[in-house]
């Protein structure tokens, strides 16, 4: 077997259908196989994976056994040469694996490979190329130098752009592939940490085994990223705990150093807890519909009790649209291609997966998110 995608689910139910669905498409012409490992959901994600995906291998977790453990339960019943760890609330192209099981790179020795990742509006996400946050590199992520020069960019491997693909240090578990002998050799995620600094370590540990991590720019990922986690205050204990973890685990620490740690540790973690609290949603003044399907186009609006345009992926669209891209008549490489070229357009847009019952999105990579459920 070529590929075993591994998804750990906790409480996202339906980015979880959204995210199966496109790599169901992605697989296509692949020897994979898909490993859904949920972290006792307290909501109806294992009965809908069930329902909907019966022949996909779902295991259920007793308790949250946090984002290593579970990960490396998946692994360890995996059959693929290849693994893709992938975060349930995702959305791959339909060439995405593909790609990057083509490239030529793995013949030079790398170790894991990542790739661009947007978030729900179409904006670039900088973290999924990173540089190991030494305590200098730490400092200009935590003082916000980095935003200055590239000469204080390494945190977010500011020597590539985002549209460039090269060696990185560091990249993020949202979405990653290996070989699964590499992962097993250097013994998975380390289960000492619950979440949040585990895939820096399993990235440094690559390195150190002499291995090069590659940033892959050529297929983009929608990661909705702010539906993952709930930026509160025990967000900001377990992040608190993970740079601890990552420090006191690789590096030699002096008591200066410490100290600096922990407050830019603390600060670093407010600003994130308040990053992540969900602003007021305005309400989309015109809804456009993409899609070939008039019956979908009347099915949308007597479900949602407004007017609808029915558009194009090349049609023009007022601000302050929200854009309800339809996964039944065009392709999810279609989609987020669309999402990110009309990115920064006053423009929201949401997803009708293929044969469900609900539209899902986000608007920005610290908002929760939205779904709508209709009625069956």
């Given amino acids: 077997m070529q590929l075993s995608v591994i998804i750990l689910n906790y409480?996202?139910?339906?980015?979880?259908?959204?995210?199966?669905?496109?790599?169901?498409?992605?697989?296509?012409?692949?020897?994979?196989?898909?490993?859904?490992?949920?972290n006792n959901s307290s909501d109806d994600s294992c009965a809908m994976m069930k329902h909907r995906f019966p022949n996909i291998k779902l295991i259920e977790n007793k308790e949250n056994v946090g984002f290593p453990k579970g990960n490396n339960i998946g692994?360890?019943?995996?059959?693929?040469?290849?693994?893709?760890?992938?975060?349930?609330?995702?959305?791959?192209?339909?060439?995405?694996?593909?790609?990057?099981?083509?490239?030529?790179?793995?013949?030079?020795?790398?170790?894991?490979?990542?790739?661009?990742?947007?978030?729900?509006?179409?904006?670039?996400?900088?973290?999924?190329k990173r540089g190991i946050p030494t305590p200098w590199v730490a400092f200009t992520k935590i003082f916000g130098l980095y935003r200055l020069s590239n000469f204080f960019g390494k945190y977010y491997a500011q020597h590539l752009s985002e549209n460039q693909s090269g060696k990185v240090e560091i990249l993020?578990?949202?979405?990653?592939?290996?070989?699964?002998?590499?992962?097993?050799?250097?013994?998975?995620?380390?289960?000492?940490c619950f979440m949040y600094s585990d895939d820096i370590d399993l990235s440094y540990r690559v390195l150190q085994k002499g291995k090069t991590n590659y940033y892959f720019h050529e297929t983009s990922v929608i990661h909705y990223k702010g539906e993952s986690t709930v930026k509160d205050e025990t967000y900001m204990k377990r992040f608190q705990e993970a740079m601890n973890f990552f420090y006191q685990k690789h590096f030699k620490v002096s008591?200066?150093?410490?100290?600096?740690?922990?407050?830019?540790?603390?600060?670093?973690?407010?600003?994130?807890?308040?990053?992540?609290?969900?602003?007021a949603k305005k309400a989309p003044e015109n809804f456009s519909l993409i899609s070939e399907s008039r019956e979908i186009k009347q099915q949308l609006e007597e479900k949602l009790q407004r007017r609808i345009r029915l558009g194009t992926l090349f049609s023009s669209f007022d601000k302050s649209s929200e854009i309800i891209l339809d996964a039944n008549n065009i392709s999810f490489k279609e989609i987020i291609s669309f999402i990110e070229t009309n990115k920064n357009k006053s423009l929201t847009f949401k997803i009708l997966p293929p044969n469900s019952n609900f539209i899902i999105g986000s608007n920005s990579s610290n908002d929760r998110g939205e779904v709508i459920v209709f009625d069956d």
């Fill in 75 to 128: 692994v360890a019943q995996a059959k693929g040469e290849f693994i893709c760890i992938l975060n349930p609330d995702t959305v791959v192209a339909e060439d995405t694996f593909i790609k990057l099981l083509n490239t030529e790179h793995w013949s030079l020795n790398t170790g894991i490979t990542g790739c661009k990742l947007i978030d729900g509006s179409g904006n670039f996400l900088p973290e999924c």
């Fill in 172 to 192: 993020v578990g949202a979405f990653m592939v290996m070989k699964r002998d590499l992962y097993n050799e250097i013994g998975g995620f380390d289960e000492n």
């Fill in 255 to 279: 008591v200066f150093f410490s100290v600096f740690m922990k407050i830019g540790i603390v600060l670093f973690s407010f600003m994130k807890m308040f990053q992540g609290k969900s602003k």
């Fill in 11 to 38: 409480n996202v139910r339906y980015f979880l259908e959204l995210c199966v669905l496109s790599v169901q498409k992605a697989l296509e012409g692949i020897e994979g196989e898909i490993i859904v490992i949920d």
